[in-house]
């Protein structure tokens, strides 16, 4: 079936450095992909979201990219500051049949101050 | 406030019993999806209705059940509970046909004793 790999599952970096997170999907019908923030006992939530149509999205320190030939997508988080620790998630959906609604197994980021 | 309601936020229940949780999605949201979240684990698919009908399932085992009513809202049912099913339990809705955002609910943590 349907599967999203995530790599790594845990990531620490110091404070003011980069961090990326990446993502492999299988369903080749996969044209949408969101980063999911899950901060400690709260709801997962949107930081931003790329559709199949583009390569690269941009939204202040965060950024996305994707390359479908490959089935890769990757957040790259600039500039991380402590508030940005948290878990990741990557998702993969479709809208062929099922809108099925897949997520990676999450990355936990430690930003040290 | 998502917009997502769960209830109950809290479940405590012995093995073997049996719990429904309930799930009321974003107004106007077709597609309700449920996942599990076990300690510091990723969110797991559970299984996905669209107006009403099942449309994915994934490793939902076959002591779990849920259902989406008329007016949108899910209940998802655990019988025969198990140690290994304390988990939290989200719920997430998202628009039709248009790959958005799933909004989800704030979970509910479910503890078996």
């Known amino acids: 079936g349907e599967n999203v790999e995530q790599h790594p599952s845990t990531l620490s970096v110091q404070e003011g450095d980069s961090a990326v997170i990446k993502c492999t999907y299988s369903d080749s019908a996969s044209n949408y992909f969101p980063w999911y923030k899950q901060e400690l006992g709260k709801r997962p939530q949107l930081i931003i979201d790329?559709?199949?149509?583009?390569g690269e999205k941009k939204d202040q320190r965060i950024a996305v990219t994707l390359n479908k030939t490959a089935k890769h997508f990757s957040l790259h988080i600039t500039e991380t500051q402590p508030e940005d620790s948290a878990v990741y998630f990557c998702?993969?959906?479709?809208?062929?049949?099922?809108?099925?609604?897949?997520f990676g197994t999450g990355t936990r980021l430690k930003v040290l101050a | 406030d998502s917009g997502v309601t769960q209830t109950p936020k809290h479940l405590i229940t012995a093995t073997g019993q049996r719990v429904t949780l309930r799930c009321s999605p974003r107004s106007g949201d077709l597609s309700v999806y449920w996942y599990q979240q076990s300690l510091d684990q990723g969110l797991q698919f559970l299984i996905q209705?669209?107006?009403?009908?099942?449309?994915a399932k994934g490793n939902i085992l076959e002591r779990f059940s849920a259902q989406q009513f008329p007016d949108l809202h899910s209940e998802l049912n655990l019988s025969s509970l198990e140690l290994g099913d304390s988990a939290l339990y989200f719920c997430?809705?998202?628009?039709?046909?248009?790959?958005?955002?799933?909004?989800f609910g704030q979970g509910t943590r479910l503890t078996v004793v």
């Open positions: 790329i559709r199949s149509n583009v």
């Open positions: 209705y669209y107006n009403g009908e099942e449309r």
């Open positions: 998702a993969a959906s479709t809208t062929s049949g099922t809108y099925k609604y897949i």
């Open positions: 997430a809705s998202s628009e039709h046909r248009v790959n958005t955002e799933a909004f």
